[in-house]
């Protein structure tokens, strides 16, 4: 599939004289140091992904804290978000000028230093900037890098090396969950952070493993090719904006994206307040769903990889399958029946974030995949950005966190309508390539 982007796109990089892909450049090894890198890339993923997935746990003792709102609460975890969206631009540029490894470990710091500082916050515009923004612009140079070092040593087990990393999110999420709940208890919402200052350090290993496939690539390993110009740059993005199939992709993540981290946000505090479960089984109801997802990750990563399975059309119906979850969520009554469906539902992510960047590559190709990851991560951010707060101050106003849920579900239900639109897209592109 990413052999389908658009022709005259192409016309137009050619015409620019832009240096090769990853691909041409270097033959990809499809194993060797590849696995190592598949293995730093799992702990990126479990640290980044367990952060922001868990987040929940910490909206109640958060607004015990600072005396304050779900709405209010909403922003950390929105800012966040959001700051892993400016990362994805900010990575770009660093990745081209010191290559992936010294991004992934400049990340790391930043955000260690970031949760440090979150501990003697005073009050929440201090934890807004070192525990929402500072800290996801850590962690998103951080994220940011890894699957595009993915992309440059698989070509042929592509899908199933993503998703093997990937897997670290479902890992991440199990264990973080359940030690927000235990952090918070023994050492109160500041200790929380110090601990978790000391935890994102582990990201600066990870980075120090991302070797270059070779010493030329060090210093020009970015997905575009190091030493682009800007006015090539410049192509290369006008090129991705024209692209009618990428365009609708990124609206699909904006939309589905943001439906899913309020799911996330609020299942939580529902199962609490509506449900009555104590705040230290609430979070286990998260590590359920990251359970399940992980074992479903390896299946769709086999799958992905199959010729005869389109990946886009899969991605699509997994989506759709996402939001049928999130709308039988809040008819749960108990911890058991909530426990279900959320184990449900993880099968069913496994398929979800792994597959999107891959589908992604499919969609503009390997040439222009670094810089559409961090555009599309961009785009996702002002989605999360806005989404919670405004959803906050819907449940503030009813008292209710399952009308969250709701919200979520008609989010999820657009994207992945959104999803499906891309295959149409695509096809009439491939029809009428002018």
Known sequence: MGNQADDVIEEDLNDKNLPPSSDDDVSSPDG??????????????????GTLRCQSVLFVPIMESFETDFSSVGWVAAIASSGIAVAGILSAPMMTRFGHRPTIMA?????????????????MILLDVT????????????FVAS??????????RRALATNLASMGASVGTFALCPLNAHLIKEFALPGHFLIFGAIYLNLCVCGALMRP?????????????????ADSRKVLWSSLFRHKAFIVYCLSQVVFVAGFLVGQLYIVPFAEQELGISKLKAPLVVSIMAGTELFSRIIFGFLGDFKR???LLMFASVLLLLAVCGLIIPFTDSFASLAAVAAVTGLFQGGFSGISIVVLADIVGMKM?????GISTLFNGIGTLVT???????????????????ISCGLLFLGAILTFAIHVVMKLQRERPN
């Open 213 to 229: 496939l070779s010493l030329e690539n060090s210093k020009r390993d970015h997905m575009n090719g190091e030493g682009i110009e």
């Open 131 to 142: 525990a929402g923004l500072l800290t996801g612009v850590g962690l998103g140079m951080s």
């Open 107 to 123: 990340g790391g710091l930043m955000a260690a230093v970031a949760s440090i500082s979150a501990s003697f916050a005073p009050n």
């Open 147 to 156: 699957p595009v070092v993915i992309g440059f040593y698989f070509k042929k």
């Open 369 to 373: 995949y670094g810089t559409a990851l």
């Open 32 to 49: 060797g140091w590849g696995w190592v890198i598949v293995l730093a890339a799992f702990l990126v993923y479990a640290i980044v992904f």
């Open 388 to 406: 919670p707060p405004l959803v906050g101050i819907a449940v503030d106003t009813t008292g209710r966190p399952s009308i969250a849920l709701f």
């Open 309 to 311: 399975i389109n990946r």
